[in-house]
Structures are given as structure tokens and as C-alpha cells.
């Protein structure tokens, strides 16, 4: 079993930067890769990126590309969203999930486990 846990969610205006965390515990030696995705209401969770956790291998969505980074420490067990220059889009409830084998990175369905979320909220 794995466990995650994101924090770091808040208001922030436009233009302005937020870093989001996940805490994963458990056996993290199960653990192919690990994401975000992001949530909002009354639509699907959508991918925002993603990233391998014994090498670094990146991927993004178009939308997020160049304002946002995806980062992991393995010491501490931690995977981070930098997220700069914020747009009101980017308003959601963000997840942190991971996979334990190889995968499709966009697919929610290919991960296996699911932090609680966090919301992050842009305003003008």
C-alpha cells in the first residue's frame, strides 16, 4: 500500500506562483511513477503532469507547459508542483497519484493510488 498526502493548495492571484507537495508513504519501492492531475467541478480529472520516480522523466500537458515543474525527492520521499504564473484556469482541486507499473503518464485509470487533493484557487 501507498499513501499520499498533498498540501500547499491556497488562493493566489493571476500571475502569482504556488508549490504543491505529496508525501508518499508506505512501500515506495511499488512506485513506477507518480502525477498530478487536477479537478473541477462536474468535469473529469485531467492530467497536469507527470513524472518517473527512480529517474527523472518528465511529462506535461500543453496547457502547463513552461509555467509549471514537476519535481521529486526520493530522500524525502516528496513529489512538488511548482506552479508559476498562474491563470484563473488553473483554478481546481489538484491530486497527487501513483503508479506501480509502467504506464500511459495521462491516464488516470494507470494509477493506483490517490491522494485526497488539494484545492488551489486563482483569482483576479
Known amino acids: 500500500q501507498v499513501q499520499l498526502a498533498e498540501s500547499g493548495g491556497g488562493l493566489v492571484q493571476t500571475g502569482g506562483s504556488l508549490t504543491l507537495s505529496c508525501a508518499v508513504s508506505g512501500r515506495t519501492s511499488d512506485i513506477w511513477a507518480m502525477a498530478w492531475f487536477r479537478q473541477t467541478p462536474g468535469k473529469e480529472r485531467k492530467f497536469v503532469g507527470a513524472?518517473?520516480?527512480?529517474?527523472?522523466?518528465?511529462f506535461y500537458v500543453d496547457s502547463v507547459k513552461d509555467r509549471f515543474i514537476i519535481s521529486r525527492d526520493t530522500a524525502k520521499n516528496t513529489v512538488y508542483l511548482q506552479m508559476n504564473s498562474l491563470k484563473l484556469e488553473d483554478s481546481a482541486v489538484y491530486y497527487c497519484?501513483?503508479?506501480?507499473?509502467?504506464?500511459?503518464?495521462?491516464?488516470?485509470?494507470?494509477?493506483?493510488?490517490w491522494g485526497q487533493g488539494t484545492q488551489v484557487t486563482v483569482s483576479s
Open positions: 497519484a501513483a503508479g506501480t507499473k509502467n504506464w500511459n503518464p495521462r491516464i488516470a485509470r494507470d494509477y493506483d493510488y
Open positions: 513524472t518517473r520516480w527512480s529517474i527523472e522523466s518528465l
